[in-house]
């Protein structure tokens, strides 16, 4: 089955927390503005499964016995996990709190909270990652287009975001202007662009 696009893909969220109460609670609050959810009892568990190909956000309890949210959410980066965290928690304190939004949760609820306070939350970690997946698909885009280049026309675009002049370029890659003008033309239209300009933007992105 083909992907689908990071524009119109359901969003999920996933949510981790050891106590089943809780978690059926949740996704009964969720399935009732029409969320798509998959719960898991720990962090072992969810790594057990393949995170879903959409928009997602992650509701992580912070104390549970196999492995704390606190550890998991600094373990997340070296795994490579770029879902946005919404912490939940009965035993949080404001420097525990602090310490999550530094590292980057979008916010840390204490039990109990406020039914619409968690789904505010949501809805911002949803919304960050769709834009986040919009931007790596564009990226990746460029970078597909990039590679559709020779690498003399490569050589010739870097030189030509630069600034040179085709006579400079021919001089400094020892070719004709006439060898530089066709390959500046063929980097301009694999890569999409019409004008100089669109070719610097999309050149400093690729490098960014």
Known sequence: MTPLSPAIAQPVVYIIDDDSSMRAALEDLLASV????????????????????????????????????????????????????????????????????????????????RDQDLLDAIQQGLEQDRE?????????ELHERWMLLSEGERNVARLVVQGLLNKQIAAQLNLSEIAVKVRRAN?????????????????????N
Do not use: N, W, Y
């Not at 492995?67 to 490579?80: A, N, P, T, V």
């Not at 997946?133 to 564009?138: C, H």
């Not at 980097?187 to 490098?207: C, F, G, N, P």
């Open 132 to 140: 986040r997946r919009q931007r790596d698909a564009a990226s990746a």
């Open 34 to 113: 029409g969320l798509t959810t998959r719960a898991f009892a720990s962090t072992r568990a969810f790594l057990a499964e393949p995170v879903m190909d959409a928009p997602g956000c992650l509701v992580l309890d912070v104390r549970m016995p196999e492995q704390s949210g606190m550890d998991f959410h600094r373990q997340m980066q070296e795994l490579g996990l770029q879902l946005p965290v919404v912490f939940i928690t009965g035993h949080g304190d404001i420097a525990m709190g602090v310490t999550a939004i530094k590292r980057g949760a979008i916010e840390f609820l204490t039990k109990p909270f």
């Open 187 to 207: 980097a301009m239209r694999k890569m999409q662009v019409k004008s100089l300009a669109d070719l610097v933007r999309i050149t400093e992105k690729l490098e």
